[in-house]
Each structure stands twice: as structure tokens, then as C-alpha cells.
């Protein structure tokens, strides 16, 4: 989760600079969902204007979708890169956006990976609470909710001077919330605790380290920790629907979805996901996507669940489990590898990510604790395996 917030975002250089290096992807390349603010008529959000605004930015017209408040069920899942919403009044912006059921769908784009950029009143939305913002914004009449999108641990004064400092010493004064004061050549960049993870990976596919072609030896070396006994463990056929938790570039997947009739992966790096769309493009029944498991919104249950080398990355262990037994159908089976190593970190060389290890007795509570029944446990040299069946 990554959110770049300021006073002025593209009107001010020092934001517009901030914006710019904290994008995925070079700006021209970005698809971008631009919400305009409370102003924003029928016949505005469906003229030029907006389009020419953000071609102004730097973004392309093709890739550009203006909200329109009036029909906010189109944008629901779309596939952008950056969510942006820019000035205006920020009580009356996130009045509209929660008329529209749209304050959730904003949040779960966040959560699984588009970036948030927000200037002035779409910086305050972002944060824990928006009532203070009344010493300079108007209320309209009968609101009365101020809890804002919750997306970082904070609120914010945006267009700070020596004439708010009164507001910011009030506020600090309650210590109720962080507070974050932006000048209007400031800018604040939060990023969630996956970042390095997404990084490292990234930059994996970047070092062309794809182990879907690793060499015989290497591939037997993995079998270690997910080799044919543990795909066996799934008793596949064609009428089975599976679910790897952390597909990477499909090193599993390329085994297992031949075996079963719909397949779907999910993976938090996007240039990881990319990759494993071009090893499973000759597959059929192959579904991928690009977010975060806890946070994504899967909308069917499925016979068999499995993760192998992924819970490693995984702080909320118990948190991930209970999900698998709420998405998996009656019956259905969770099979899970975990490594034996119990350092904290993987370290490359070049760079060394936090890791959260896994151990045999903890998981066993963990998947008891989501009335999960263990029907197979075994060990490998390096593997605690584990097979668990719902009812």
C-alpha cells in the first residue's frame, strides 16, 4: 500500500516531483481512476475537462477514468495503477463518495496495491478523522460522521502556516491522533509493511530469476518443500476449483493447473503476476490476480486451497487461516507447506527483507483454531507440511 499525500500534488513542483518518483511506473504508463471533487457536475465528469487536467499531469487520455458519481457501480474492479483524488471541500467530497457506497471501494483498491494520491482535501480524506478540517472547511448541513478512510495513522493539516499552528497545538494538545502538518510544498509517502516484500520480488522477476525455468537440479531441490507427494495430497481432478495462496511466477501452478478444472492465483507483486501470465497463457482454466489475500474480495469458494513458502511473509498467520476455512466449500482441503528455517530475514547480498517464521506447533493451533481438521502431517529436510479438510 503505498499513499502520496500534499497540499498541491501536480500544482506545486516539489509535490509534483514526489508524485512522480513514487509511481510504479513512469506516468505516461499508469492507468489512473481521478476522482473529482464535490463539485463535479454530470455534464463536467462527462466533457473534456478532467481528461485535459490530468494529460496536463502527464497522464495519457486513454488510460484516464473520470468517476462519475451518478453511476459509481462502473467502477467497480477495474484495472488501474493509481487512485487520485485532488482538491475541494473535504467534508463535502467524502459526503458524496459515502452517498455513492464508494468510500469501501476506494479502500480496497488501496489494500490491494493501487497507489493513492491525494492533494489537499483528497490528502484529509485519507486519514483517521476530518472533523478538525471544519476550522477551514464548511460542514454542509446534517453531517455528522467525520471518520475519514483510515489508510494511515494519522490526520493531516494541509496548507500549513504560522496561522494554523494554533489548530496543530490544540490537536497535539488531545493527543487523540498523529498529526502530520504539510506546507504547501510538502508532501507525506506511507507505505505499508509489504513494501520491501513487493520490492524484493519485483525485482526478482527485474534479475530475471524466474523459477519456472530453473534448471532439473534446482526444480528437484524445491521439490523439498512442495515436490509431486505434496501436490498429491490435493487429490485433484477436472471438477476441482484451486486456490494458491502466493502463485509467484507459477512454479506450482504450472503443475497443478493442468490437473484441475479452474485454477486461480493470487500474488502481491505485480511484475511477478505479469510473469506468471506469460508461463500459464497456454492454460485455459488459469485465473490470476494481483493483490493481497487478506484484503481481496473473492466472490467464490473453492475445493482445495494451498501456499507453500508464502506464510514466511505472513506477520497475521491465524488472520490468513480463518479466511482459507471461510473460502474454502464443505469438504474441501487446505494444504500448506512451511519452511523449517527460522531466521527472520532473507538476505540476497544487495538487500535483506523481514521475514515471520513459521513453526510446527503454532500452526497446528492455527489451523484448529480456524475449525480446520488435520488429516495429514509430515515432514520433509527442510518442510513442515500440513493437509487439513473443512467439516
Known sequence: MKLILSSCDFRNDNARKTIIDNLSKPISQCKLLYIPNEKATFETIHSDRYYLRMEEFGFLKNNVYVFDYYNSDEFLNLDIDVLYISGGNTF????????????????????????????????????????????????????????????????????????????????????????????????????????????HYDLLIDEDNDPVHDPEPLQDYMNNWDGPVFIEQMQLNSSKSVLEIGVGTGRLAVRVAPLCGQFCGIDISPKTIERAKENLAEYRNVDLICADFLSYKFDRKFDVIYSSLTFMHIEDKQRVINKVATLLKYGGKFVLSIDKNQSEYIDTGTRRIKIYPDTKNKTVEYIKSARLNIINQYDTEFAHIFVARKG
Open 92 to 199: 463535502a467530497t467524502l459526503d458524496r463518495l459515502r452517498n455513492c457506497n464508494f468510500e469501501s471501494e476506494i479502500i480496497r483498491y488501496i489494500k490491494n496495491g493501487v497507489i493513492y494520491i491525494g492533494g489537499s482535501a483528497g490528502a484529509h480524506i485519507a486519514s483517521q478523522n476530518i472533523e478538525h478540517v471544519s476550522a477551514f472547511d464548511p460542514v454542509p448541513e446534517g453531517m455528522t460522521e467525520f471518520s475519514g478512510l483510515g489508510l494511515f495513522d494519522g490526520i493531516l493539516i494541509c496548507h500549513y502556516t504560522e496561522e494554523r499552528k494554533d489548530l496543530y497545538d490544540r490537536l497535539k494538545a488531545d493527543g487523540k491522533y498523529k498529526i502530520y502538518a504539510l506546507t504547501n510544498d510538502d508532501s507525506l509517502v506511507v507505505c505499508s509493511g509489504n513494501d520491501d516484500m513487493v520490492e
